[in-house]
Structures are given as structure tokens and as C-alpha cells.
């Protein structure tokens, strides 16, 4: 797998490599396992993905957030 | 962090907690590395929700994730590792969690479960296949006579024999679990293979003069 493919993967089935088909994963995890710049990619995606998951934050915090 | 940067930031007037609530990554690590075990909590805590979904994502289970990012967690305090100006803390750290959490998939994919092994011996029985009961008999024999020699040796050369042929560890392992020194290990390893050759040897000059006295007889 390269680092292109690793990426559309990512962006295509999530960051959650342990439930991709193990055709796909054992390819993207030998890439990671050797190339850093694979390892920040997927460390990104799931980096994303958390935030993505993360409750808003209530409405008084981002008004305070906002405020001069 | 230099050391006078680091004393005025264990002693600032400000609570100490309140001070690592604030300090980068790079000064909680200093510290840490300086002696500051709650510097490291707070690195956990800063970075525990990330670490345990880099991990999860890899290995699909949420308590080995946490074994993991224990594992790295407690490799950084007792080891360090991280060279502030190369990368981010944070670049590093998952880079060392993403590896270490590959190794343990492999580990495990590579060790087959109890229901693998259960399988594998079922469709033995069923295919007739498998050593046979002879061969498993003679097997169990040796393995026998060599616990039984075993348990004629000194204790330490026991100790050492047994973690590494029954357990199979490593001379770093026995080391680690004996609180012994590498010298010392290797030494034990190999006075006590000697002596086990030596007594088995000797056993087997009466097994065959058993043998043969049985045959005799028959």
C-alpha cells in the first residue's frame, strides 16, 4: 500500500483499522509500521475523528470563549 | 529546560498544580525527567484520550489499549526517549504508541488462542493425525527425566533452567524476574547446562543397563 492509497483508505473507512477487512489492514499497517510520515497520517486521522466525536461545547463556553 | 529554569519551575510562588496545568509538553517532560513524577501525570492526563484511541484503533480492544499506553507511559518515565527539537512531543508520542501497539497486534495474531489450539487438536483426532501414542509416551518420558534432573541441581541454576526452557525468557527477562546481573545469569545458564548433561548422561547409563537387565528377564 502507499502513502496515497493509506490516506484514501482512511478517509473511506475511518481511522478504526482494527475493524477494516484484514486484506486492507495488514497492507496499511505494514506501511505505518515503517514510514513515520504514515504513522502521523493515521495519527491525524484518528486525532480528527475524535474531535469530530466530541460533544459541542456548551453554549455559556463558547460565549465566553468569544468574548473580547 | 536548563537546570536553573527547572528549579524555578518545581519552586514558583504559583500552586504547583495550576504551574503544570500551564507548562508545555516540553517543560512537563523536563521536569519529569528532572524527578518530577506529577509532571508525568499530567502528561497522562493531557494526553491519555488520544494515546488510548491511536491504540484502540490498531488493536480493537479497549483493554489492551490501555495495557499499551500504560506500557509507553511508564518507558518514557523510567526511560525518556523523546529529543525536544527533533519533533513534537506529541508527534513522537504517538509514533511510539502506533509501534508499540503493531507489535502487540502481531504478537497476538501470531500466538494462537486456546480455542485455536483446541481446534487444531480436535481435527487431529478426528484426522487420525497427530504423534502416536508411543511417540507421545516416550516424549512424556524424556520430558520427565529432564524435570527430574532438573530438580537435582543447585536452586539457582533451577531457577534460571526452568524460566528459560519451560518459560522461555530471555537472559534480559531471568535478569529482570531474578534481580540478577547478566554475568551472573549467563553463568547460572551455563554451569547448570553442564551439570544436566552430566546427570543425564549419567541416568541414561542406568536406563540402558535397566533395559537391559528387562530384556534379559523376558
Given at each position: 500500500?502507499?502513502?496515497?492509497?493509506?490516506?484514501?483508505?482512511?478517509?473511506?473507512l475511518?481511522?478504526?483499522?482494527?475493524?477494516?477487512?484484514?486484506?486492507?489492514?495488514?497492507?496499511?499497517?505494514?506501511?505505518?509500521?515503517i514510514?513515520?510520515?504514515?504513522?502521523?497520517?493515521?495519527?491525524?486521522?484518528?486525532?480528527?475523528?475524535?474531535?469530530?466525536?466530541?460533544?459541542?461545547?456548551?453554549?455559556?463556553?463558547?460565549a465566553?470563549?468569544?468574548?473580547? | 529546560?536548563?537546570?536553573?529554569?527547572?528549579?524555578?519551575?518545581?519552586?514558583?510562588?504559583?500552586?504547583?498544580?495550576?504551574?503544570?496545568?500551564?507548562?508545555?509538553?516540553?517543560?512537563?517532560?523536563?521536569?519529569?525527567?528532572?524527578?518530577?513524577?506529577?509532571s508525568?501525570?499530567?502528561?497522562?492526563?493531557?494526553?491519555?484520550?488520544?494515546?488510548?484511541?491511536?491504540?484502540?484503533?490498531?488493536?480493537?480492544?479497549?483493554?489492551?489499549?490501555?495495557?499499551?499506553?500504560?506500557?509507553?507511559f511508564?518507558?518514557?518515565?523510567?526511560?525518556?526517549?523523546?529529543?525536544?527539537?527533533?519533533?513534537?512531543?506529541?508527534?513522537?508520542?504517538?509514533?511510539?504508541?502506533?509501534?508499540?501497539?503493531?507489535?502487540?497486534?502481531?504478537?497476538?495474531?501470531?500466538?494462537?488462542?486456546?480455542?485455536?489450539?483446541?481446534?487444531?487438536?480436535?481435527?487431529?483426532?478426528?484426522?487420525?493425525g497427530?504423534?502416536?501414542?508411543?511417540?507421545?509416551?516416550?516424549?512424556?518420558?524424556?520430558?520427565?527425566?529432564?524435570?527430574?534432573?532438573?530438580?537435582?541441581?543447585?536452586?539457582?541454576?533451577?531457577?534460571?533452567?526452568?524460566?528459560?526452557?519451560?518459560?522461555?525468557?530471555?537472559?534480559?527477562?531471568?535478569m529482570?524476574?531474578?534481580?540478577?546481573?547478566?554475568?551472573?545469569?549467563?553463568?547460572?545458564?551455563?554451569?547448570?547446562?553442564?551439570?544436566?548433561?552430566?546427570?543425564?548422561?549419567?541416568?541414561?547409563?542406568?536406563?540402558?543397563h535397566?533395559?537391559?537387565?528387562?530384556?534379559?528377564?523376558?
Amino acid at each position: 500500500m502507499t502513502l496515497t492509497e493509506l490516506h484514501a483508505t482512511l478517509d473511506r473507512l475511518g481511522p478504526d483499522i482494527s475493524a477494516w477487512p484484514s486484506v486492507l489492514a495488514e497492507p496499511a499497517l505494514d506501511l505505518i509500521s515503517i514510514s513515520d510520515a504514515a504513522k502521523d497520517l493515521f495519527a491525524a486521522a484518528t486525532e480528527a475523528s475524535l474531535s469530530a466525536d466530541a460533544p459541542a461545547a456548551p453554549r455559556w463556553q463558547a460565549a465566553a470563549s468569544t468574548a473580547p | 529546560m536548563h537546570s536553573s529554569a527547572l528549579h524555578a519551575f518545581h519552586h514558583q510562588d504559583i500552586a504547583p498544580k495550576a504551574d503544570r496545568a500551564i507548562a508545555s509538553d516540553q517543560e512537563l517532560y523536563e521536569a519529569m525527567r528532572g524527578g518530577d513524577d506529577l509532571s508525568l501525570r499530567t502528561l497522562m492526563e493531557r494526553h491519555r484520550g488520544m494515546a488510548h484511541a491511536v491504540c484502540r484503533n490498531i488493536l480493537g480492544d479497549e483493554c489492551e489499549a490501555d495495557d499499551v499506553v500504560q506500557e509507553v507511559f511508564f518507558s518514557l518515565w523510567k526511560r525518556g526517549g523523546w529529543t525536544p527539537g527533533d519533533v513534537r512531543f506529541t508527534t513522537w508520542l504517538h509514533r511510539v504508541l502506533i509501534n508499540r501497539s503493531i507489535d502487540h497486534r502481531r504478537r497476538r495474531r501470531d500466538t494462537p488462542t486456546e480455542a485455536d489450539l483446541l481446534s487444531s487438536a480436535v481435527e487431529n483426532f478426528g484426522a487420525g493425525g497427530g504423534p502416536d501414542p508411543e511417540e507421545m509416551i516416550a516424549r512424556q518420558e524424556t520430558s520427565d527425566r529432564l524435570r527430574s534432573a532438573l530438580l537435582r541441581l543447585p536452586t539457582a541454576q533451577q531457577q534460571v533452567l526452568s524460566l528459560h526452557y519451560f518459560e522461555d525468557a530471555d537472559v534480559p527477562e531471568i535478569m529482570a524476574r531474578l534481580a540478577a546481573t547478566e554475568n551472573s545469569v549467563r553463568s547460572l545458564l551455563k554451569r547448570g547446562r553442564m551439570a544436566l548433561r552430566e546427570d543425564l548422561r549419567k541416568q541414561k547409563k542406568i536406563w540402558t543397563h535397566d533395559l537391559d537387565r528387562t530384556a534379559r528377564h523376558a
